[in-house]
């Protein structure tokens, strides 16, 4: 019993950080050339391994930042189903022109073996009629990237850059995490390749060059306030800033339409 403690604790120390956790918020297109529905997915998982999907709870905000304008989007949540766990999806329509910047406020998730609370807030923009216009527009979120390139209409390849804010101060040094949204056409060569580590500068600014067609999850990771875990003791804060990011190939009409 205690040597199987033991071995556990060992699998703990040396396991690698391969099971990173993302929020989720994928739209159907980066892109709306003539306006129109956009669907958004919500979900909490790990990406590049598809799965497991984690219970994300009716989240405390949803929203969208457009034309200057902030709209509450939480009544619009429909609940989904998948892998047996509670996902959110939502759809709405964008009819005039600029990009719109939305976001999640998710409840805090406790990550049991971990033994921490999880808050990711995660964004994405659609430029609506490909206006170019409004992608720099910041939410407001406690921990934010704020793009340095056009968060839409990337090609694979692009290096796409940003900085890292907590409460709108750049952080120094900042942790990104980044994962591909697998269609199931990669598989890692081994856990090294799961999640790509990154380090912003002195400036909070970071870049990454996207190497694949898909979408692409920024998680910038900081310490939050402690808070009391289910056993009521103090237990650590995970908070995270993400951004998605889509690229899609250069090449035929079938490409482009992924
Ligand atoms: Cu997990």
């Known amino acids: 019993m205690r040597r199987s403690a033991i071995a556990t604790f060992l699998a703990a120390l040396t396991a690698p950080p391969a099971a990173a956790h993302f929020q989720e918020i994928v739209p159907s297109a980066d892109v709306l050339p003539e306006g129109g529905e956009v669907r958004l997915d919500l979900l909490f998982t ?10 994300m709870t009716k ?21 989904n189903r998948i892998d047996g766990r509670t996902a959110w999806t939502l759809a709405t329509k964008l009819v005039e022109p600029g990009a719109a910047v939305f976001f999640v406020e ?9 033994k921490k609370w999880i808050v990711h807030y995660a964004k994405v923009v659609v430029d609506a009629f490909a206006s170019g216009e409004g992608w720099a527009k910041p ?19 692009n290096l796409f850059r940003g900085v890292v804010r907590r409460d709108g101060e750049p952080v120094p040094f900042a942790e990104i995490e980044v994962e591909w949204l697998n269609d199931g056409s990669v598989t890692a060569p081994n ?3 799961v999640t790509q580590a990154i380090r912003a500068d002195q ?9 694949r067609a898909g979408w692409w999850g920024f998680a910038a990771l900081v310490d ?7 056993d009521g003791r103090p237990a650590p804060t995970e908070l995270g800033g993400l951004v998605w990011v889509k690229a899609t190939d250069m090449g035929g009409p079938a490409a482009a339409s992924r």
């Open 224 to 230: 939050g306030p402690e808070a009391p875990g289910p």
């Open 191 to 193: 856990e090294a390749f």
């Open 59 to 79: 989240p405390k905000r949803v929203g969208m930042v457009h034309r200057g304008r902030t709209t509450d989007l939480t009544g619009a949540l429909v609940e």
């Open 203 to 211: 400036n909070g600014t970071f870049a990454y060059a996207m190497p």
């Open 106 to 114: 998710p409840r805090p998730y406790w990550e049991p073996a971990e």
């Open 46 to 55: 790990h990406p590049m391994e598809r799965g497991p999907v984690m219970e």
């Open 139 to 157: 939410v407001g979120l406690p921990i934010e990237i704020e793009p340095l390139a056009r968060p839409t209409g990337l090609w694979t390849g």
